[in-house]
């Protein structure tokens, strides 16, 4: 089953990637590639059986409930394109 | 000592040197980024070399030592870093325009642990793009050469830390391997490299790209110097949920004995179709090193690993697509100039900050995880992993260790693959399917080719059982002189600076 | 059922979205303070900004508040647990995934009893789950740019869904009340609508009754309730509004896309929001940082164990237990556990419990309104409030003087004993000295018996009263109530030589 340019398109913008009009024809061909090549997948007999989401049986790992020193405010929005004093900015978002 | 004779010298002999007071920190320090100013330009393994830091801290263990202070297993020893891990203070990019001024305010445990064995952390490597690749081409920056061939791809992700290994700019380095991404590259470069199971290292600080496949691993010349650095970021995190509460064995104090009555699977369809000749014969002849040691030689079937890569190629890009979606522009890196709106702002960073690899597997992460496709997709490629895994599981019923080539072939030229994803992904055909079953492995050099390109041998072992890996690479490498051979950069400079100028002529 | 559903040709049918924030001391997945209130981005860390690198450790204390509160609300407890990411970009959201819970909750099919007229309803629980909040995006002046804030980011959270099980607006109150007395029992949550540690979205459509057919409307969502009263009346609009668009345009569930309304709280109606133009699609799939929870019989024993008493068992036993009337006994733990425990503490030394709810619930819950105190502010000791009525109960002081000793041990603490021995407020009840200040109170005022002969009925018991007033205050406030009135009556109708009913 091919992928067709518009649902690359919804895909992208799922994935927040502004994609070119070229960049949309290739990666809708290079897409239909990878993803025709993963369906040898289906070759594989799956009946009963779990799937692996984690290589490890690891269970129940917790930390005790403490408080430690966070980060200076000054350190945490070092990073940040676009801040002031107190805040992350960011364009204007309505509800 | 010169400068050229220290940097040939194992991370064992520095540090003995060291603390028998025969060579200085600085001095070795200095010899290493001697060796980087002379060569990098030509290889390309650095995105950031750490001069002042390294010489500082440099000075700061000559001091130590002249206290009388004691010293960490790896003090005055330089150690190249993956741009993929956190380094307090110290650039750390993935190699990727989206994060090419990001400043971590904290260390990654295992940079925390090389801190306090006293390692010189003497700079960040080149990589693929948040480690998604297997040439380095996939670097938002640089390309990086391979030090055998400088026309050659050093392989990847980890192929900044495998060629400075290579090229003797630092005597062992930290990669990450999510899919092959360090035996790969070490396989092609002619150095050790080692996977450890999942959860043996912390993960904490490690730029995540598929964080069920994931983990960090060192490179160096030898099997012991890898012990050695496996020893000292090994262990249980606090801070990593998925990091094991088990003991982390004293690799080196039983690396030189042989495992006894060791019985070695070779994965016969991994010598079948698809492997070069010389690369199949130079494992083959390793198999044959194995057989004069006493060890008993048997085939083994791993009949799902040809689903490897794709299933791979479902479960890591899903994973890939949720961890870089932090990636957006707000709290740090880079974001677009121009927008229209917040969502606008989104995009046009992502698409300006992520490069092409990246983007392909964001996009089918993001397909394969979607309304519709979960279970045909991601679900489907879970249940293949544990087919997969249960290969394996039936394998160590068997035997100790499975071995197999590294790689398809040895280095392959840059941009030979780069625009075919399919033919690239297919390096990582015999890594891959460790990354799923989550257990260890490690490549060692075993040969060369008639052009002079190494070959890597793979050894796997169940989960946890680095040490029973460590001591059969040993054994191997003990009758072998492979791991001694270094590249002659000089040379390899000339010839390659000789052949650019012709075809420039 | 609603009295709406007796006048009106439908049934309403509301559903609950809860969200409740865990009273930890530090946040899910990260040490950082997990705290309302401090200023902008002072309680964050890698792990909540969501750096590259950073893993999530789950806190213990969260899970096990999480395990208390799905016992209470009787949930299934799931064996076997893991999370989830649910994937969508936001600026309040650093990792543009929130870790939540997706197909294996850690609990499910439970219920809430609710007192409604009558007796107790259930609404059913479907799940509830532990999954992290989201930080704030403050919308500055000029509308130039957002803020962020991710102080919140991390804060261990708690969702709640309800079967559509509620059948009013009241009801939907209710059920909120009663969940935030019980959260609050359990110290699970202190469940401020204001500060947002509780929130809560609705969904709510109608059954109409029409031509011997019931016809299901389409389901709105209603968010923006800041307070248990705007969800009340939001859903009373709503109602309405519903059943208004229902006959102009004869629309029934699934027909038309679901809706999200916004309540408007000062022009007291629900807004259309705009409907996003992509639809969401939260690829939700295992969250490979962190290992799944199983949980034994033997935690999940313990954690039974640690609950003790509900409140809905509590209000029940002090009606058995104390003999308190169904009124009492609600107000009293409804007021919080500690101060029913206080009640307890009073109750449990007296002959009655009643004579303590009485003071609970007039004099204390007065004092604290009226001073904005908790009860474990209240300056008065139980032991000692409980001293106090006990001498009430022994007829040493009257209720009067009681509520001058009261007064006095509000301001300047000490001993009801002590005090009482100091104003001299200790009960008269000597018969024939209380005789004799009767007698100088008709012999003061002839009127009395005059005006007692000329009225009837009731109004001869008001001239009876009158009279008692001058006598207590004769005897400043001291006087046995009782056995003044005894008297009292006796005097009068032996001077006036009629009796009250002739």
Redesign the interface.
Known sequence: MA?TKEE?EK?????????SPD?LEL?TT??N???E????????D?TD????????P???????????P??P?E????????H?D?????????? | MTASEIVHLTARQLRSLFEEGRLSAEEIVSAYLERIRAYDRHVGAFLLVDEEGALQQARTLDERKARGEPLGPLAAVPVAIKDVLCTQGMRTTCASRILHNFVPPYDATVIRKLREADAVLIGKTNMDEFAMGSSTENSGFQITRNPWDLDRAPGGSSGGSAAAVAACFSPMALGSDTGGSIRQPAALCGVVGLKPTYGRVSRYGLVAFASSLDQVGPFAWDVPDTALLLQVIAGHDPMDSTSVEIEVPDYLATLDQPVGGLRIGVVREWLADGVDEQVAKAVEQAIDVYRALGAKIQDITLPHSKYGIPAYYIVAPAEASSNLARYDGVHYGYRAADYDDMVDMYCRTRAEGFGAEVKRRVMLGTYALSAGYYEAYYLKALKVRRVIREDFDRAFEQVDIVLGPTSPTPAFRLGERIDDPISMYLSDVYTVTANLAGIAGISIPCGFTADGLPVGLQLLAPPFEEERLLRAARMYERETNWHTRRPDLERVVAQFEAKQSASAG | MSTTTDVAPYTVVIGLEVHVQLLTQSKLFCACRNRFGDPPNTNVCPVCLGMPGVLPVMNRQAFELALRAAVALNCKIARFTKWDRKNYYYPDLPKNYQISQYDLPFSSDGYLEIPVEGGTKRVGIIRVHLEEDAGKLLHGEGGKRSQVDLNRAGTPLLEIVTRPDMNSPAEARTFLEELRLLLRYLEVSDCNMQEGSLRCDANINLHVHHNGEIIATPIVEVKNMNSFRAVERAMAYEMERQYEEWKRTGARLGEVPKETRGWDENRNITVSQRRKEEASDYRYFPEPDLVPVTVTEEELERVRESIGELPAQRRLRFISGYALPEYDARVIVEQGKKFADYFERVARGLEHAKNASNWMLQDVLRTLNERGWTIEEFPIAAEKLCDLIRRVERREVNTHAAREVFAEMLEGGGDPGEIIERKGLAMVSDEDALRQVVAAVLDKNPKVIEDFKKKKGKKRAQVAGFVRGLVMRETRGKADASLVEKLVNEMIVERAGVGFDS
Not at chain 1, 49 to 56: D, G, S
């Open positions: 992928l690359v895909v992208a913008l799922l994935a927040r990637l502004r994609l960049e990666m290079q897409l590639k990878i993803v090549y993963v369906e040898q997948l289906r070759e594989v799956t059986v779990e799937p692996l989401a984690h290589p490890l690891v269970t129940n790992v917790f930390r005790r409930d403490e408080v430690r966070s980060l405010r350190e945490a929005l070092r990073n940040a394109p676009d002031d107190e805040f992350f900015l960011v364009p204007p978002v309505l509800e």
